[in-house]
């Protein structure tokens, strides 16, 4: 039957390499791969032992990158000790003493790993010994033969087709030349700041708690007194003296309207009895005010005084969480973003260049575009002993019923990531390709540090997936000072 293995992945630990031991037992001799070679046994202490592992390594060794990556990431394998239906197994001999003896045929070639790998049979355990060759790459050089062995001449090239390894053919060193002289190049690129700075904020203002608590008493000042003030306490009786009848008499309401009948014909009245007039009138203004009170206090609003201080409580407490946000939308508002560029200087293409910026402790990192949308303040409590026309009171509707209007956001395109660490910051950009001799433009970033800095420097790195290696740098950003005003920033009581 087919060899019944997962090739799509290399082989990784003891549980992989069995399962392709059992596999290769099941398999039949036609199933040899390009990635997949066995031998049922050799012996490993001879010359023929030596040169045949060797040959099998240097022809897994001298494969194109694009089709070796095809199976197993890359990898093959040379399994000495098994082949189907059969697994004799081969004596353990120290890897350190085998070593040397590839080294006579393989040269510097060293980009393979030896490890003996148990599998069960009928007849107990056996050892089989596994040879696992790394994926070849672009630019790497044609591993030949280092040491004559019998009708094979030093400088021979050996190459893995399907089932077997043999040597070279034209075509084959072509395609290996070509391999040597694609060699992936390393990434080059600059990274600058044209345009931005750092900001060196600085908070001032009232203290968050002073500010919180003088609106709580602001609000609280909307309930009633526990005792009526002195000027509110009720008129005592008054005594006057009527101009048209000697003596003291208390001013009743017949004596009122008459004083008042008086009045308005036109009679001269005393001052006692202008002033008795004018007193009780502002009694029964006062009184009547106070009535109308009452009823809108108490008649048109539902909520206790205990309601009301809970609602405040509620209302402050959502205003000193809402304060830090508001802050930081206040400084991104007021910050000149730093717009990194990255610079392509060379005739390459450079796919998918990611550059990351490494700041140093303290300084934080906001996105522009997560503070957009103008800061909603909470709203304060209605105001106690409102009128409620409807009658609702301090009806609560239930969140479910409320329509969603504010969704969650959807961005076409990635953003930078910000990864914070005790001694740095580390700012990652999305990858982005940059043709050649172009300046890229990265996402705008706001940096924020202390007020007394005058700058920061920086360390950047970057990264292409067509080409090798990473290239660093240091770049030196400047700061400019941002003062904050905490109370020109908190919202007016309304």
Same mark, same amino acid.
């Not at 800095?453 to 290239?471: E, F, H, L, M, Y």
């Given at each position: 039957?087919?060899?019944?293995?997962?090739?799509?992945?290399?082989?990784?630990?003891?549980?992989?390499?069995?399962?392709?031991?059992?596999?290769?037992?099941?398999?039949?001799?036609?199933?040899?791969?390009?990635?997949?070679?066995?031998?049922?046994?050799?012996?490993?202490?001879?010359?023929?032992?030596?040169?045949?592992?060797?040959?099998?390594?240097?022809?897994?060794?001298?494969?194109?990158?694009?089709?070796?990556?095809?199976?197993?990431?890359?990898?093959?394998?040379?399994?000495?000790?098994?082949?189907?239906?059969?697994?004799?197994?081969?004596?353990?001999?120290?890897?350190?003493?085998?070593?040397?003896?590839?080294?006579?045929?393989?040269?510097?070639?060293?980009?393979?790993?030896?490890?003996?790998?148990?599998?069960?049979?009928?007849?107990?355990?056996?050892?089989?010994?596994?040879?696992?060759?790394?994926?070849?790459?672009?630019?790497?050089?044609?591993?030949?033969?280092?040491?004559?062995?019998?009708?094979?001449?030093?400088?021979?090239?050996?190459? !893995? /087709?399907?089932? #077997? $390894?043999?040597?070279?053919?034209?075509? &084959?060193? =072509?395609?290996?030349?070509? %391999?040597?002289? *694609?060699?992936?190049?390393?990434?080059?690129?600059?990274?600058?700041?044209?345009?931005?700075?750092?900001?060196?904020?600085?908070?001032?203002?009232?203290?968050?708690?002073?500010?919180?608590?003088?609106?709580?008493?602001?609000?609280?000042?909307?309930?009633?007194?526990?005792?009526?003030?002195?000027?509110?306490?009720?008129?005592?009786?008054?005594?006057?003296?009527?101009?048209?009848?000697?003596?003291?008499?208390?001013?009743?309401?017949?004596?009122?309207?008459?004083?008042?009948?008086?009045?308005?014909?036109?009679?001269?009245?005393?001052?006692?009895?202008?002033?008795?007039?004018?007193?009780?009138?502002?009694?029964?203004?006062?009184?009547?005010?106070?009535?109308?009170?009452?009823?809108?206090?108490? !008649? /048109?609003?539902? #909520? $206790?005084?205990?309601?009301?201080?809970? &609602?405040? =409580?509620?209302?402050?407490? %959502?205003?000193? *969480?809402?304060?830090?946000?508001?802050?930081?939308?206040?400084?991104?508002?007021?910050?000149?973003?730093?717009?990194?560029?990255?610079?392509?200087?060379?005739?390459?293409?450079?796919?998918?260049?990611?550059?990351?910026?490494?700041?140093?402790?303290?300084?934080?990192?906001?996105?522009?575009?997560?503070?957009?949308?103008?800061?909603?303040?909470?709203?304060?409590?209605?105001?106690?002993?409102?009128?409620?026309?409807?009658?609702?009171?301090?009806?609560?509707?239930?969140?479910?019923?409320?329509?969603?209007?504010?969704?969650?956001?959807?961005?076409?395109?990635?953003?930078?990531?910000?990864?914070?660490?005790?001694?740095?910051?580390?700012?990652?950009?999305?990858?982005?390709?940059?043709?050649?001799?172009?300046?890229?433009?990265?996402?705008?970033?706001?940096?924020?540090?202390?007020? =007394?800095?005058?700058?920061?420097?920086?360390?950047?790195?970057?990264?292409?997936?067509?080409?090798?290696?990473?290239?660093?740098?240091?770049?030196?950003?400047?700061?400019?000072?941002?003062?904050?005003?905490?109370?020109?920033?908190?919202?007016?009581?309304?």
């Amino acid at each position: 039957m087919a060899l019944d293995f997962d090739s799509s992945r290399a082989v990784m630990g003891l549980r992989d390499q069995q399962r392709l031991l059992r596999a290769v037992l099941g398999a039949n001799e036609a199933d040899e791969q390009r990635w997949l070679e066995w031998k049922s046994t050799l012996d490993l202490t001879s010359a023929h032992g030596a040169f045949t592992t060797a040959k099998a390594i240097l022809g897994f060794a001298n494969r194109m990158p694009d089709i070796s990556a095809q199976w197993a990431q890359g990898h093959a394998y040379l399994l000495v000790g098994i082949e189907p239906g059969n697994a004799c197994g081969v004596p353990r001999i120290d890897i350190e003493k085998l070593d040397p003896k590839l080294a006579q045929y393989l040269g510097d070639f060293e980009r393979y790993q030896l490890t003996y790998v148990p599998i069960e049979t009928e007849q107990g355990a056996v050892d089989v010994l596994f040879v696992d060759v790394a994926p070849p790459n672009w630019g790497d050089p044609i591993h030949p033969l280092r040491k004559d062995y019998d009708k094979y001449r030093q400088g021979t090239v050996f190459h !893995r /087709s399907p089932g #077997r $390894t043999e040597p070279a053919k034209a075509r &084959e060193i =072509d395609d290996l030349c070509q %391999r040597v002289l *694609r060699r992936t190049p390393t990434v080059e690129v600059s990274l600058s700041a044209p345009q931005g700075a750092v900001s060196a904020a600085c908070l001032t203002g009232t203290d968050l708690e002073i500010l919180l608590e003088e609106r709580r008493a602001a609000l609280l000042a909307q309930l009633p007194t526990a005792r009526r003030s002195a000027e509110d306490a009720p008129p005592a009786p008054y005594v006057v003296k009527s101009s048209r009848e000697p003596g003291s008499k208390s001013l009743s309401f017949s004596a009122l309207k008459e004083l008042q009948a008086r009045k308005a014909a036109g009679e001269s009245l005393t001052d006692e009895e202008l002033e008795a007039l004018e007193r009780v009138q502002g009694t029964l203004r006062r009184v009547s005010e106070s009535a109308m009170a009452t009823m809108g206090m108490f !008649r /048109s609003d539902s #909520r $206790t005084p205990a309601q009301f201080r809970e &609602e405040v =409580d509620t209302y402050v407490g %959502r205003l000193r *969480r809402a304060t830090p946000k508001a802050l930081t939308a206040e400084v991104v508002c007021r910050s000149t973003p730093v717009v990194f560029e990255l610079r392509n200087p060379t005739d390459r293409f450079l796919a998918q260049v990611e550059a990351i910026v490494r700041l140093p402790a303290g300084v934080q990192v906001l996105l522009p575009k997560e503070y957009d949308e103008q800061v909603r303040w909470p709203e304060p409590p209605k105001a106690f002993g409102q009128s409620d026309p409807f009658g609702f009171g301090s009806l609560v509707v239930p969140p479910l019923l409320l329509p969603h209007v504010h969704g969650p956001r959807m961005d076409l395109f990635p953003r930078p990531t910000i990864e914070t660490a005790a001694t740095s910051t580390i700012l990652r950009f999305p990858a982005a390709d940059a043709r050649p001799h172009e300046q890229v433009l990265l996402d705008p970033v706001i940096l924020v540090a202390g007020p =007394d800095i005058s700058g920061i420097s920086v360390q950047w790195s970057a990264t292409a997936t067509n080409s090798d290696g990473r290239i660093e740098g240091t770049l030196r950003l400047p700061a400019v000072p941002l003062v904050v005003d905490l109370d020109a920033t908190f919202p007016a009581a309304s």
